[in-house]
């Protein structure tokens, strides 16, 4: 007995794919082709069947893109009439490959490998069957191109004379990624995703664009999820003390996060098939490690690992402002908490503020023991500052050089003389030292 295998190909462009029964659309005949530059094309829209008499013919047809940004959803079913399971239903797959006009693979499925959405019992014309649906996307197609689809079906056994009726279907999905995804680190060592949603461009699901989102962490070759959520968030705050953050050795060594966006696909033949496709949104983000040397903004202010911090007993020394500084009123705290660490303020850096005109007030923690030269130098609103210090122990030439003439340095009482032979020579003539 002659085996039958029958083909029908279905496609459809820009379809709504809701979770609803379909209208069955007419057939028409198109024989495919054995070789994939003689395939005949497929228009969009349309719903093509072919029949054959052999098992294993694999047939080549073609369809061509849009003009629209998106994702190319195929659906395909293989049913296998007759027969009442047993070693069928293990041994029955279809496979389905899309190539570009240099026979390259771009998608595709083999049903031998496992991967098979569905495989189920199924009630066919009063005949007992053995149903296979699957779903595969095919993205990143470039727009207004032809591919190809090569499709083949196999009942398991060739002893076996069932009959197979093979059907397959492309749909249009609308779909973009996020955009703008940025990362904030904050003090305290937690860090602050953000990016934009695009609020219904998919109609495939019209409450966000995409249905889900992970954001992968990196770090030394190993990488895990950070967090994933509903489609609809745009904004994520990942706690420093994460175990994952941690486990990556965060925040001494450098670890980089990637968005990705899903969606969930559904067969147009069964919506049990589903598959859910992940996007990058192609920006890799990472954070400033915690190491020394490395530069850090707290309010505005710039400070340099002197020691690291991570036990307790970090030191940083003051540095500069960064551009969200914009006030008259320096305060150089006795500490600041970078990423979660507290680090005491020791000194200040070389040339640190020097030629800043806008400052007018500066406050000295009491845990600085160094000022370099030329910190404040050039500062000429500058017209009072105040030193908390006991226990500073060495200023730089030139360290308040230039400053406001009629300005005044106030310091502890108990160390009024030391501090004004410390100062000798390092301050603008006419500043005045006092407790």
Same mark, same amino acid.
Request: proline share 2%; charged share 20%.
């Given at each position: 007995?002659k085996?039958r295998v029958?083909y029908?190909l279905?496609l459809f462009?820009?379809?709504?794919l +809701? +979770?609803?029964?379909k209208q069955?659309?007419a057939?028409?005949?198109?024989?495919?082709?054995d070789?994939?530059?003689n395939?005949?094309?497929?228009?969009?829209?349309?719903v093509?069947?072919?029949?054959?008499?052999?098992?294993?013919?694999?047939k080549?047809?073609?369809?061509k893109?849009?003009?629209?940004?998106?994702?190319?959803l195929?659906?395909?079913?293989t049913?296998?009439e007759g027969?009442q399971?047993?070693?069928?239903?293990a041994?029955a797959?279809?496979? +389905?490959t899309?190539?570009?006009g240099?026979?390259?693979?771009?998608a595709g499925?083999?049903?031998?490998?496992g991967?098979?959405s569905i495989?189920?019992g199924?009630?066919l014309?009063?005949k007992?069957?053995l149903m296979?649906?699957a779903?595969i996307?095919a993205?990143?197609?470039?727009?207004?191109?032809d591919y190809y689809i090569?499709?083949g079906?196999?009942?398991g056994l060739?002893?076996w004379?069932y009959?197979?009726?093979?059907?397959?279907?492309v749909?249009?999905?609308p779909?973009?990624?996020?955009?703008?995804f940025?990362?904030?680190?904050?003090?305290?060592?937690?860090?602050?995703?953000?990016?934009?949603n695009i609020?219904?461009?998919?109609?495939?699901?019209s409450l966000?664009?995409?249905?889900?989102f992970i954001?992968?962490a990196y770090?030394n070759?190993?990488?895990k999820?950070?967090?994933?959520?509903?489609?609809?968030?745009?904004?994520?705050?990942?706690?420093?003390?994460?175990?994952t953050?941690?486990?990556?050795?965060?925040?001494?060594?450098?670890?980089n996060?990637e968005?990705?966006c899903?969606?969930t696909?559904?067969?147009?033949?069964?919506?049990?098939a589903s598959f859910?496709?992940m996007?990058s949104?192609?920006?890799i +983000?990472?954070t400033?490690?915690l190491?020394?040397?490395?530069?850090h903004?707290?309010n505005?202010?710039?400070?340099?690992?002197r020691k690291n911090?991570s036990?307790?007993?970090?030191e940083?020394?003051?540095v500069?402002?960064d551009q969200t500084?914009n006030s008259?009123?320096l305060?150089i705290?006795?500490s600041?908490?970078?990423?979660?660490?507290?680090?005491?303020v020791?000194?200040?850096?070389?040339?640190?503020f020097a030629g800043?005109?806008s400052?007018?007030t500066?406050?000295i923690?009491?845990?600085?023991?160094k000022i370099?030269?030329?910190a404040?130098?050039?500062?000429s609103s500058?017209k009072k500052?105040r030193?908390?210090?006991?226990n500073l122990?060495?200023?730089?030439k030139?360290?308040?050089f230039?400053?406001?003439?009629?300005g005044?340095i106030?310091?502890?009482s108990?160390k009024?003389?030391?501090?004004k032979?410390?100062?000798?020579g390092k301050i603008?003539?006419?500043?005045?030292i006092?407790?």
């Amino acid at each position: 007995m002659k085996k039958r295998v029958n083909y029908v190909l279905c496609l459809f462009a820009v379809a709504v794919l +809701l +979770l609803v029964p379909k209208q069955v659309k007419a057939a028409y005949y198109k024989s495919g082709s054995d070789i994939q530059m003689n395939a005949p094309e497929i228009s969009l829209g349309n719903v093509y069947y072919r029949e054959t008499y052999t098992d294993d013919m694999k047939k080549f047809y073609r369809f061509k893109t849009g003009n629209l940004d998106g994702v190319y959803l195929i659906s395909f079913r293989t049913a296998i009439e007759g027969g009442q399971g047993g070693s069928a239903r293990a041994a029955a797959y279809s496979t +389905l490959t899309v190539m570009d006009g240099y026979t390259n693979k771009v998608a595709g499925i083999d049903g031998k490998s496992g991967r098979m959405s569905i495989f189920e019992g199924y009630s066919l014309n009063d005949k007992k069957a053995l149903m296979l649906d699957a779903v595969i996307v095919a993205s990143n197609l470039n727009r207004n191109t032809d591919y190809y689809i090569q499709f083949g079906a196999y009942d398991g056994l060739k002893s076996w004379n069932y009959n197979k009726v093979s059907s397959i279907c492309v749909e249009f999905v609308p779909f973009r990624v996020a955009s703008g995804f940025a990362m904030a680190e904050n003090s305290n060592g937690d860090l602050t995703f953000t990016w934009n949603n695009i609020e219904k461009y998919n109609s495939y699901n019209s409450l966000a664009s995409f249905d889900k989102f992970i954001i992968k962490a990196y770090a030394n070759g190993n990488e895990k999820n950070i967090a994933e959520g509903n489609g609809g968030v745009n904004c994520l705050i990942v706690k420093g003390n994460n175990s994952t953050l941690r486990g990556f050795g965060y925040p001494e060594n450098t670890v980089n996060f990637e968005l990705f966006c899903g969606q969930t696909y559904y067969s147009y033949f069964n919506s049990r098939a589903s598959f859910t496709k992940m996007y990058s949104t192609g920006n890799i +983000l990472f954070t400033s490690p915690l190491t020394r040397s490395s530069e850090h903004v707290v309010n505005g202010i710039k400070y340099r690992i002197r020691k690291n911090g991570s036990n307790g007993c970090g030191e940083v020394e003051a540095v500069g402002t960064d551009q969200t500084f914009n006030s008259g009123n320096l305060h150089i705290p006795e500490s600041v908490v970078i990423k979660g660490y507290n680090f005491s303020v020791t000194s200040i850096a070389d040339d640190a503020f020097a030629g800043n005109k806008s400052i007018t007030t500066v406050t000295i923690g009491k845990n600085v023991k160094k000022i370099g030269s030329r910190a404040f130098s050039g500062c000429s609103s500058l017209k009072k500052v105040r030193i908390k210090s006991k226990n500073l122990k060495k200023v730089g030439k030139k360290a308040f050089f230039t400053t406001n003439k009629k300005g005044k340095i106030k310091v502890p009482s108990s160390k009024l003389t030391g501090y004004k032979r410390l100062l000798k020579g390092k301050i603008t003539k006419g500043i005045k030292i006092m407790k």
